[in-house]
């Protein structure tokens, strides 16, 4: 059993900032790499960023330069740290854990974006 447990969501204005942590826990084996999604409401899900085992970071043009993903192999935790946030970044942000075989998700975290 694979549990995420996601924290640090919540409302800012836009220009502000928000961390995003995940903590994965249970049988964890191969891990190919942990990132976050979101999605907003009437939209399909999407990547965010993504950093693999190795630390190759992957990120959506939308949010290049302003979001950075970082993860902790020996805590098997993953952080988005979000700057510059835009009233287009709000949605439910989930946690993905991606291993060999099998992914998980977390249960989301609602960021809100004023403007």
């Known amino acids: 059993q694979v549990q995420l447990v996601e924290s640090g969501g919540g409302l800012v204005q836009a220009g502000g900032s928000l961390r995003l942590s995940c903590a994965a826990s249970?049988?964890?084996?191969?891990?190919?790499?942990m990132g976050w999604y979101r999605q907003a409401p009437g939209n399909q899900r999407e990547l965010v960023a993504v950093?693999?085992?190795?630390?190759?970071?992957n990120y959506a043009d939308s949010v290049k330069g302003r979001f950075t993903i970082s993860r902790d192999g020996t805590k098997n935790t993953v952080t988005l740290q979000m700057n510059s946030l835009k009233p287009e970044d709000t949605a439910v942000y989930y946690c993905?854990?991606?291993?060999?075989?099998?992914?998980?998700w977390g249960q989301g975290t609602q960021v809100t974006v004023s403007s």
């Open positions: 993905n854990l991606a291993l060999s075989r099998s992914d998980y």
């Open positions: 249970g049988r964890i084996f191969s891990i190919r790499d």
């Open positions: 950093i693999t085992s190795g630390g190759r970071t």
